[in-house]
T-cell receptor, first 113, second 116 residues
Framework: KAGVTQTPRYLIKTRGQQVTLSCSPI?????VSWYQQTPGQGLQFLFE???????NKGNFPGRFSGRQFSNSRSEMNVSTLELGDSALYLC????????????FGPGTRLTVL | AQKVTQAQTEISVVEKEDVTLDCVYE???????LFWYKQPPSGELVFLIR??????QNEISGRYSWNFQKSTSSFNFTITASQVVDSAVYFC?????????????FGDGTTLTVKP
């Protein structure tokens, strides 16, 4: 059974640009959650999608958005990038949601210059 | 508001020693879930255990054991006879299912180094 995949694995952008990250969940999982991991703030919950609907959202500005497609694949978008957005972005999938066992992908390392 | 505190930032032990990682949580909900995850140097978080607030039974899985105590709001994790491969960052997490449902909170993590 294939695990959670995230693309790209590494990304370098400059301030003001926008970026789209992709996550393919484990087959059969309908929930996809996104997290931001930084040395200063730790692991922070961004949002969760379930069956193409955003079900839960963390405390991040509107520059952070996402969507989920009918095949459960999810994308996360960050607009008007700031230096502080440099982080490891992790995607996790599960059957039922964030209350369930989550399977994490390897992450996308975003560097904003 | 929910909060997870892992007071131990770093722990270093010698192989075969037992080690306990502490986790203290805060929540106003009566229904919630607690988790432990392991993040090895490769970076990918690995699920270790999930516990709901109504199940205070301790659990043992091989060399791993978990002690859940609602009275002290703690969910501690013990590794018995530690091995070098246990070296990783360990995260405790909380997910509320009541009025604050839909939020997932992680502790800052404890970096465990097991020396040969």
């Amino acid at each position: 059974k294939a695990g959670v995949t995230q693309t790209p694995r590494y990304l370098i952008k400059t301030r003001g640009q926008q970026v789209t990250l992709s996550c393919s969940p484990i087959s059969g999982h309908r929930s996809v959650s996104w997290y931001q991991q930084t040395p200063g703030q730790g692991l922070q919950f961004l949002f969760e999608y379930f069956s193409e609907t955003q079900r839960n959202k963390g405390n991040f500005p509107g520059r952070f958005s996402g969507r989920q497609f009918s095949n459960s694949r999810s994308e996360m978008n960050v607009s008007t990038l700031e230096l502080g957005d440099s982080a490891l972005y992790l995607c996790a999938s599960s059957f039922a949601g964030i209350d369930d066992e989550q399977f994490f992908g390897p992450g996308t390392r975003l560097t904003v210059l | 508001a929910q909060k997870v505190t892992q007071a131990q930032t770093e722990i270093s032990v010698v192989e075969k020693e037992d080690v306990t990682l502490d986790c203290v949580y805060e929540t106003r909900d009566t229904t919630y879930y607690l988790f432990w995850y392991k993040q090895p140097p490769s970076g990918e978080l690995v699920f270790l255990i999930r516990r709901n607030s109504f199940d205070e039974q301790n659990e043992i899985s091989g060399r791993y054991s978990w002690n859940f105590q609602k009275s002290t709001s703690s969910f501690n994790f013990t590794i018995t006879a530690s091995q070098v491969v246990d070296s990783a960052v360990y995260f405790c997490a909380l997910s509320e299912a009541g009025t604050n449902a839909g939020k997932s909170t992680f502790g800052d993590g404890t970096t465990l180094t097991v020396k040969p």
